[in-house]
């Protein structure tokens, strides 16, 4: 019997709750909530998604790998179209882009938010139309600025003083008006980890609107004439549940833009509320649907404009998580599993850190259940690791896996599909893994597995 067999202590993850340990019969289960839609556990106990077997898609394409649910990716995009039909839903590419993706998003009628030339270099090569882009950050440089002036990029969210002024030059030189929208830190503290919340005063990102930055920026912008300014954008960090900080986030930016009404006699005619709505990686989540978000956004900005009697601008959003982190789940196969008396099995997995930061840096919460087959064993209280020097390389903190979880097991840990992949590093030489994306039973590579001879290439001897 190993170390946390059922009826063992479990005091180290009471922020659980009271009630969460499962029952035997509970190790094979799947909360609908953390797995992508077409995922179910087939008849032979192994998880099938798209119709396909996990146990052949290891076979064919090796483990780790990023499992694509092609069909709840194109589902999420809808949900949040249909939601938000009167508003323009900008995908936020940072949370995983590849041409593939890029090719979706334009099937499923979104628009693209990119914030990096590496990024808008994906996007254009994909063919994506342009004028459908919004470009981000708060240092673009020169040559950024130039690309994606050069490329019909439809917005450009600046950030600062410096790219005013940069992006006026390249205008002017090349005797076009780009459209741009104006980055405002609203002054919102969102509920949220410390390095993910971007909207409270003390950060690199945007105009502070309590200084007097953003409205200065947006009279320079108007009375210079070079750029277009088509509105004021407002994202206030990532992975949120609360949605009274978008309410407050929507009200303050309202209020900037009757003070540019006021000074200018100009109605901007968008409004940007950026994204960041949070999605369910544990039991412990309960993220909001997105009819509900567009409902609340919708009524806020509405009683808003009326109070200032301004005209309603046109909403757009800009979610990445919330479309694509439930679409996916990493694919891993276990290595060894170790019991550390008296606190819990170590189970080690063929990854870890390099594919998945996201516990070692955000402290987050992942949930995992052994893929390849179902057990009949009890409960056993896991750590799953990777397989990384460093001992911060935990995937996932804390789950109930079946006792008698082995080498050679597969591991699938649902909600990976933003901010992993895109965030992957090669630490330890470890070559990141493939993206497969399935559908209607048939499996592709998106993107391919690295190899040794990838991270070599880049190394000059
Ligand atoms: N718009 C802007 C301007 C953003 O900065 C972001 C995310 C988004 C939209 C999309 O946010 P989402 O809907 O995906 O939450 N690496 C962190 C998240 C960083 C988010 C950066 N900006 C993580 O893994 O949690």
Redesign the pocket.
């Known amino acids: 019997m190993r170390a946390h067999e059922a009826g063992a202590l479990h005091a180290d993850i009471g922020h659980r709750g009271p009630g969460w340990l499962r029952t035997p019969e509970d190790v094979n289960a799947l909360m609908p909530l953390l797995w992508p839609r077409t995922v179910t556990r087939g008849d032979a106990g192994a998880l099938t998604v798209g119709g396909l077997d996990v146990r052949e898609i290891a076979e064919e394409y090796g483990t780790p790998a990023y499992i694509l649910d092609e069909a709840d990716f194109r589902a999420r995009c809808r949900d949040f179209r249909a939601a938000f039909d009167d508003c323009d839903v900008y995908y ?1 590419g ?2 995983f882009l590849c041409r593939a993706v890029v090719g979706i998003i334009a099937e499923e009628g979104l628009f693209l ?1 990119v ?1 990096s030339g590496g990024e808008l270099a994906v996007a254009l090569t994909a063919g994506f139309p342009p004028e459908r882009l919004g470009f ?1 950050g708060n240092n673009k440089s020169v040559a950024e600025l130039t690309r994606a002036v050069e490329a019909g990029v439809g917005r450009i969210i600046v950030d600062s003083f410096h790219e005013i002024d940069r992006l006026t030059a390249i205008a002017r030189e090349r005797g076009v008006r780009p459209g741009v929208l104006i980055r405002v830190t609203v002054g919102v503290e969102a509920h949220t980890h410390e390095y ?1 919340a ?1 909207a409270h005063e003390d950060q690199k990102f945007g105009f502070s609107l309590a200084g007097g930055a953003a409205l200065a920026a947006a009279l320079k912008i108007i009375d210079e004439d070079v750029l277009d300014l088509r509105g004021l954008h407002s ?1 206030i960090g ?2 949120i549940f609360d949605t009274g900080g978008f309410e407050v986030s929507a009200r303050r930016v309202l209020g900037l833009q009757s003070q540019i009404r006021d000074a200018r006699g100009v109605e901007l005619p968008e409004l940007d509320l ?4 949070g999605i369910a990686y544990t039991s412990q989540d309960d993220p909001a649907e997105p009819g509900d978000l567009a409902k609340r956004i919708r009524k806020i900005v509405e009683d808003e404009c009326e109070a200032d009697r301004l005209t309603m601008p046109r909403l757009s959003i ?5 479309i694509v982190g439930p679409a996916v789940f990493t694919l891993y196969e276990v290595g060894t599993v170790k019991d550390v008396d008296g606190i819990r099995s170590y189970v080690s997995v063929d990854g870890g850190m390099s594919d998945n930061i ?1 516990t070692a840096l ?1 402290d987050a919460s992942y949930s995992c259940t052994v893929a390849g087959r179902a057990s009949a064993a009890g409960p056993m209280l896991a750590r799953v690791v990777g397989k990384h020097c460093e001992a911060g390389d935990i995937v996932v903190k804390d789950e109930f896996l079946p006792a008698d979880v082995q080498p050679g097991d597969l591991l699938a840990v649902p909600g990976t599909g ?2 992993c992949r895109s ?1 992957a590093s090669n630490y330890n030489h470890v070559p990141r893994p493939p993206v497969v994306a399935v559908a209607e039973g048939t499996a592709r590579l998106v993107v391919r597995r690295e190899t040794e001879d990838d991270l070599l290439a880049l190394d000059m001897g």
Not at 318 to 322: K, L, Q, S
């Open positions: 936020a940072k949370a938010d914030c981000h993910i971007t994202h990532s992975q950026g994204g960041g709505f800009e979610p990445g998580r919330a996201r955000y933003a901010y965030m």
